[in-house]
């Protein structure tokens, strides 16, 4: 901002030049104040102002956020802005590299083929060499054609009887989901029993499961393209006689 001195603040010097590092690189203007005193008329410091551009980060040209794509390849391009350098990787989460993972290049685009077809979400980080040093990422993001394949719980067999307090529970991913949450409750929907952190894993450990032979509801969610979904199954709690 005019005025502002964030960036760097000189002391007072008879010099005429002043190297300043530690300028940011991810693109907007830099204000620079100059203070000077001038004896006459009135013996005051006096001060002229300059903005200057920074250098500016890459930016991603197509294909844009969001975009389906029509077939099983696709090129990602961007504007270099002021960087040398890339390194391009494509997952199948944010900052995965899964499905591309580029080395250092000059280039300003990649051209990906064979990419998986299931409707699902693909995720773009470009980081980038700019001044001396790697920054980034830049990220965008884009969706592949098809039909997702939903997940499905794998262990223990849905409809079945617990057998320990504690259990592993695991799905199958399928394919275009991810972001999964665990939750089980005494009731539809309700998480009074088992509340999991979200992960790109495919299964999650619930303790605390009561041995009273109760009905237990587990509720998984997923994410397709940025959406929450969920799919219910029902589970018999173990008692006291049938524990190891």
Known sequence: AWGASDIYNGSQTTATSAAVTGIPTVGGVIFATLYYYQPLPNGALQH??????????????????????TGNSTTISWNP?????????????????????????????????????YGG????DLDYYVNGAWRGAVETNFITPGTPVLPSMTTPAPGSI??????????????????FRLRLGSSLGADDIF????????????????????????????SVNARSHFIDYIYTAPTTSTLP
């Open 121 to 124: 979400t693909l995720f773009a």
């Open 162 to 179: 617990l057998t320990t307090s504690s259990v592993t529970f695991t799905w199958d991913p399928g394919h275009g989901s991810n972001l």
């Open 48 to 69: 002229v102002y300059a903005q200057y551009a920074e250098s500016a980060a890459p930016s991603f040209i197509a294909p844009g956020p969001g975009v389906t794509l």
């Open 195 to 222: 509340n999991g952190t979200p992960t790109e894993g495919n299964s999650a450990l619930a303790t605390g499961i009561p041995t009273t032979g109760v009905r237990i509801y587990a509720r998984l969610y997923y």
């Open 81 to 117: 802005g002021s960087a040398t350098l890339f390194r391009l990787r494509v997952g199948t989460g944010a900052g995965a590299s899964d499905v591309y993972k580029g080395s250092s290049s000059t280039a300003t685009s990649v051209t990906l083929t064979n990419l998986p077809e």
